[in-house]
């Protein structure tokens, strides 16, 4: 495992639109490993592929109740809306306050290929939904509803 380079705003690799997941090989294994041992570093929640300059559709999260990896995720469901702080480690000391859905439903395959579901609320949602703008080129700064003074920090 290695701690790779997290790509910070400004490279254009955070504006593009990622690649499926077609091989589950030890490739795909060891960028993952790569991944978390980038995300402990970090001290995050989550971590998209192109956050380390790889253009391929698979993120990781953990908000305190066991690592989620998603690949080639996409939303089945969302509904709600709730207002929450975050912050991204591709945009270092900016955090404010977003708009993102309180319940979505995302499928996704796991390491291996395998097909899942997972149904999400409060960060878990505002997680996933982050992470997976990742992948269409989106920072979280699209969702902004007002910005955060930095004593607010909470969250991220």
Partial sequence: MAIRQIVVEG?????KVCRPV??????????LDDMWETLRD???????????GILRRAVIIDIG?????????EFLEQSGEQNLQEGCLSCPGDWGITSRPAYVKVRAQNREGEFFELEATEL????????IDHLNGILFKEHLVKDSNPQERELF
Avoid at 22 to 31: G, H, N, P, T
């Fill in 11 to 15: 490279d254009e690799i955070l504006t």
């Fill in 124 to 131: 878990l949602a505002v997680a996933c939904c982050h992470e």
């Fill in 65 to 73: 109740e066991g690592p989620i990896e998603l690949i080639n995720p």
């Fill in 22 to 31: 077609e091989k589950f090989d030890q490739r795909l294994a060891d960028l």
């Fill in 42 to 52: 970090a001290d995050g929640v989550g971590l998209a592929a192109p956050q380390i």
